[in-house]
């Protein structure tokens, strides 16, 4: 066939699924055509059934210049509108009603900029009564404007919506915040997105499951007390490798906080300058937090209110208040690292846990204080220089309780005390009262508390087989 140009084309049909192909083999050697039907060409690569149907452009070269009427022009089946780089004002919500939709832009210079008092979402996904599901919002640059608004967030996710993704955009300055999903949901990803100057929760997603949240940077976290991350009794869900930075600005933004949870992971995440670090609320069941980092927050680094919580393996470095913070029942903290505590390095308030193998050092008060925790194992742990506080004040590890039940049945086995700085614990290991009675204090190593290596109050308490320096 004679050369054309492109323009002199003729659109050809559709092929069908059993039609034959021409397939070129071996183009660096001798070309050898076969063919092959589509049914044999899907089953080896990879096809996406979307196709680049509409292309919007602010400067007139697309299809279209307005981004709503792309998205209305799609057939039912849905369709790929593929943004152009430019600024285009937003002077309603661009709204996504159809299913098997993607809203891809060119990256970081497709900005979607809200004007003034639109007091609403820049994108809504769904209209509340339809199943929309496979959507896909990527490669776009968003801003709120939220100093002009009394409303709105960076992208809003309706009731019915399975298997939205939000994935690589800038969301910035949005007055209620980035990603929202306030309804019943499933499947939802938000992923390596850049949130800044958001207010309230940076990415909420409530009443769903199968969320995943990864790889975002969200920063400052502080902006009406908000919050970087918070999962409504949203279940088994993952919130793995985001980086979240406050500035210290505010009285009680979080971190991450999952409420009314059910076996979900938090998993790797870098949080610092918050209030507080990660927060398990509201009664979270069977969830992971492990592999995170927590720097520089105000009060506490780690909350854990549920039960079957596992605990392991984070890291967290001067927290404002206590390191790691548990309550309910059956809980796991074990192989983490707390440094520098302002209050108690691990501080239990109820219920039966194990605290195992974890490196606790420098913190303030003492260095795990169960209160009115019974049944409890506090096994293979390592405690250096507490109590930096008061000297001659507080325990590198002390059982106390204030009602029914008391600190009691507690096993203390195995754990390595030292005190060898100019500002030392008082104890090694301590009850609190006579009422904190049954407790098994064995094969302990204590070294350096001013007062006595271990104290014990309770009648039927034993202290057996320590070493005592």
């Known amino acids: 066939m004679a050369d054309k140009k492109i323009t002199e084309l003729t659109e050809l049909t559709t092929p069908a699924f059993e039609d034959l192909l021409p397939i070129v083999d071996d183009p660096s050697g001798t070309p050898e055509t076969k063919k092959i039907t589509l049914n044999t060409l899907k089953d080896n690569i990879f096809i996406d059934t979307r196709i680049a149907t509409k292309i919007v452009a602010a400067d007139g070269s697309g299809d279209y210049s307005d981004i ?35 809203l891809v832009g060119q990256g970081p210079a497709t900005i979607l900029a809200l004007a003034n008092g639109v007091n609403d979402s820049v994108i809504k996904i769904g209209d509340e009564v339809s199943n929309i599901t496979d959507v896909i919002v990527s490669d776009l640059s968003i801003d709120g404007n939220r100093l002009n608004q009394t409303a709105g967030y960076g992208i809003r996710i309706l009731a019915n919506c399975d298997r939205i993704s939000i994935l690589k955009c800038i969301i910035k300055s949005c007055y209620n915040g980035g990603v929202g999903r306030l309804a019943e949901a499933t499947y939802t990803r938000v992923e390596d997105c850049h949130f800044s100057d958001c207010a309230d929760v940076v990415i909420l997603l409530m009443y769903g499951a199968f969320s995943i949240v990864r790889g975002n940077y969200i920063r400052d976290v502080n902006i009406n007390s908000g919050k970087g991350i918070y999962l409504y009794q949203d279940n088994d869900s993952l919130v793995e490798g985001n980086i979240i930075i406050g500035n210290d600005g505010a009285s009680e933004p979080y971190g991450i906080v999952l409420y009314g949870c059910y076996r979900g992971v938090v998993f790797s995440n870098f949080i610092k300058q918050v209030n507080r670090g990660i927060r398990l609320a509201g009664v979270c069941y069977q969830v992971l937090v492990v592999g995170n980092e927590v720097w520089d927050v105000q009060s506490n680094g780690i909350e854990l209110g549920g039960e079957d919580i ?97 600190a009691s049945y507690n096993l203390v086995c195995d754990n390595y005390i030292l005190e060898d700085g100019a500002t030392k614990t008082k104890y090694g290991i301590r009850e609190n009262s ?16 001013v007062t006595a290596s271990i104290s014990i109050q309770g009648a039927n308490s034993d202290a057996s087989e320590n070493i005592l320096g």
């Not at 006579?434 to 508390?449: E, F, K, T």
């Open 68 to 102: 709503q009427s792309a998205i209305d022009s799609l057939p039912a089946g849905g369709g790929l509108v593929f943004i152009k780089d430019g600024t285009y004002t937003i002077n309603s919500p661009i709204t996504i009603t159809k299913s098997n939709v993607a």
């Open 434 to 449: 006579a009422n904190d009675d049954y407790n098994m204090i064995w094969n302990n190593r204590v070294i350096g508390p």
């Open 310 to 406: 596992a605990c392991e393996n984070n890291f967290v470095v001067s927290p404002g208040g206590a390191g790691i913070l548990l309550g309910d029942q059956n809980n796991l903290i074990r192989g983490n690292t707390v440094k520098n505590a302002a209050r108690d390095s691990i501080y239990g308030w109820s219920g039966k846990h194990v605290i195992e193998g974890n490196n606790i050092c420098n913190g303030q008060r003492h260095g795990i204080y169960l209160y009115s925790c019974d049944h409890c194992l506090i096994r293979g742990n390592r405690i250096y220089n507490c109590g930096q506080e008061a000297n001659d004040t507080y325990s590198d590890i002390y059982l106390g309780g204030g009602g029914t039940p008391y």
